[in-house]
């Protein structure tokens, strides 16, 4: 393994001369930092600057630097192929072009600063290792998965002499990734972590939301701010793109398809196992989905049969068909009343939170008294929360209370106030809690004792630690790298000024 343990050892990146330095830290992946595996030059989806990437031009662009070394963008280089593979995905568009540079940009970082590790420890790569690189790429796999020689044979030799030049570059990178991250933890290591979990405590909590409000009160609500409850059966299709909305539409509209079917077929929403039908849906809920609300204005508007859209929403561009024209909703009806209640808590939580508050004081003194009687007379559901330990800086290996709340309203209400989290995990057992706001909701805790012992909690730490060790590792040697004296980023002003500036100038 690359050390710096004698003269010929990996140097491991360093922030100075022992003091601390501010410097952005770059959080990715460890998908992306352990593939530097590159695939060949492929066709790209969107328009690169065409001063660099052609084959008949040397210029560069200088990103950065990493131990001297330059971080530039040139034709068929590291930094070129990663950001081919990333256009090629069809899933860069103008707005997260930047986010494409700079994930090829930080990826040929890491690159860069682990071969250079390499080179320090006198990693050599043969042509066997390229030669088994090459066939375990699948870069010449056939139709059913394996090597094929045929296809290799066929490949032009530029691409087999650039396969073979990439792979000689990015195996040492590989080489170091690998060794750094198959360390094994020790067995006091991992008895220390597991350590973290041996307090362990169960709760018990009522909720009270906005369901507790009074159905009066919300009526009357409703009828003085009508406009947000105006009710309306609707359809919907759910596509990708505004183009293939537009299709859609057209194909509907010409009869060669029906809305339902479409539908069925294509929607990527919840409401296709229903052919689309919504049902009936408040203004509001229509408003919610959409990227712009005054949308909704449109949608509302339209007469029974009417299709509208597409209407870029928040999961993608819908097309809306009205089944009924817009009116007033049956405010006797309980599911309406309880959308009403979701509402004013949401957009109105002072008209009804001195009502909420009152309401849980109520509840927490006859809880006091007896707990599962207090739930039941107000018609309240009480929630199960544990085993979990105190983890109150949210470590990643302290399982606490937040994995085992289903509502995640006392794990929300613990994270909101310190104090609060500490009384939970040392108040003694059924001591009930004061009623602690949650959101626009408030909870009535307990701690209570587990349920056996927590030996399953700290056998899935032990097994949890040792697996997701190798992470770990990669994220601080990314971390280390990234925050290091040795990198000058200049990513951002460079982009902006050779890659965005003579894009718009070019429009």
Known sequence: MPSDDNGKGAVLPRNGKGEKKEKKKHGKSIGWIIGVVVLILISLTFVLPTTIFSSGNSSSIEFGRYNGEKIELAYGNYFYNQLSSIMSSGNVSNQNVMQAYQQAYYTTVLETALSQMGKQVGISVTD?????????????????????????????AMTKSMLRMQFEETIPAQMVMNDITSVKTSAGETEFVSAFNDNVRAFEYITVDYNAYPDADALAYAEANGAPFTAMDLSVITLPSEDTANSLLENINNGERTFEDAAAADSSDRW???NGAMGQMLYYEIQDMLVDPTGADTIFAAAEGDIIGPVQGWTGYMLFRADSAAAAPDYSDSAVLSKIKSYISTNDPDTMNTYLSAKADEVYAAASEDFAAAAESNGLE??????????????QFIIGPEYSDSKALLASAASMDQDYYTE??????????????????????RPVAPEGNNELLSSYMDTFYS?????????DLQAGIMNSDLFVDNFLEVFFDRILGPSLSQQ
């Open 128 to 156: 066997r290792m390229v030669d088994n690189a090459i066939v375990e790429s699948g870069f010449f796999n056939d139709e059913n998965g394996n090597y094929s020689s045929d296809l290799y044979r066929e490949a032009s």
């Open 382 to 395: 009480i929630t199960d929360v544990g085993p979990a330990s105190a983890n109150p800086a949210s470590s």
């Open 424 to 445: 939970l995990f040392t108040a003694a057992d059924n001591t009930v809690l004061a009623p602690q706001a949650s959101g626009s909701s408030f909870v009535i805790a």
């Open 272 to 274: 296709r196992t229903e």
């Open 467 to 475: 697996s997701y060790m190798p992470e770990i590792t990669a994220q």
